[in-house]
């Protein structure tokens, strides 16, 4: 069954740094998003990217999130200069078009700002 | 705005007891409905989804759903709990309304004794 792969699987990354995490979506999707669970919170939407564009983003998504397909494969999320708060699992997910619905998500990138 | 409640924080079933999980949501809009499944440390896994027509859907590891409109419910259950069900589960939910970017519930704990 095809999959939304998620690299690196577990980040740990000081204060202030940029990180990026990577997402592969499944090759015939188009929609694609970044979900966020802080440890024992649930799991909380902060942005979707339809056709090379962001469609909709969260209050969570400001100025230091920015998403990107550079290439036709890959998704990736950026955080610019990382804050402690920022320490959470961020899970990637993809779309099929059509009534089916086809949401995917991949395994997660457990994010640590120390 | 969107929400999805799950009233059980924690759940406490012995092995072979059946369970109900409980989700209610408040949406203005044809909802999507869906159950994930979250061991420690792990992904989201898609238990069972619900788009339209019969409104009792049957899951992977033996999970039912059933989608009651007139009560804005979709409660899981499963009539006879294994010990590797403990986990917890994310009632979550979308519609093409709300540019299909899913809510989810707080998540409900399940333990399970035997």
């Known amino acids: 069954e095809p999959e939304v792969t998620q690299t690196p699987s577990h980040q740990v990354t000081q204060m202030g740094q940029e990180v990026i995490l990577r997402c592969v979506p499944i090759s015939n999707h188009l929609y694609f998003y970044w979900y966020r669970q802080i440890l024992g919170q649930k799991v909380e939407f902060l942005v979707s990217?339809?056709?090379?564009?962001?469609?909709?983003k969260s209050e969570i998504f400001d100025d230091q999130f920015s998403v990107e397909r550079p290439d036709g494969s890959n998704f990736t999320l950026k955080i610019r200069s990382t804050k402690l708060e920022d320490s959470a699992m961020y899970f990637c997910?993809?779309?099929?078009?059509?009534?089916?619905?086809?949401?995917?998500f991949g395994s997660g990138t457990r994010l640590t700002v120390v | 705005a969107q929400s999805v409640t799950q009233p059980d924080i924690h759940i406490t079933v012995s092995e072979g007891a059946s369970l109900e999980l409980r989700c209610n949501y408040s949406?203005?809009?044809?909802?999507?409905l869906f159950w994930y499944v979250q061991s420690p440390g792990q992904g989201l896994q898609l238990l069972l989804k619900?788009?339209?027509?019969?409104?009792l859907v049957q899951g992977i590891k033996g999970f039912e759903a059933e989608f009651k409109r007139s009560q804005s419910s979709f409660n899981l259950r499963k009539p006879s709990v294994h010990w590797s069900d403990a986990a917890e589960y994310f009632c979550a939910v979308g519609a093409k309304e709300y540019g299909n970017k899913l809510v989810f519930g707080a998540g409900t704990i399940l333990r399970v004794k035997s």
């Open positions: 949406y203005g809009a044809t909802p999507y």
């Open positions: 990217f339809y056709n090379n564009e962001i469609s909709e």
């Open positions: 997910a993809s779309r099929a078009t059509g009534s089916n619905y086809g949401y995917t």
């Open positions: 619900y788009f339209s027509g019969d409104t």
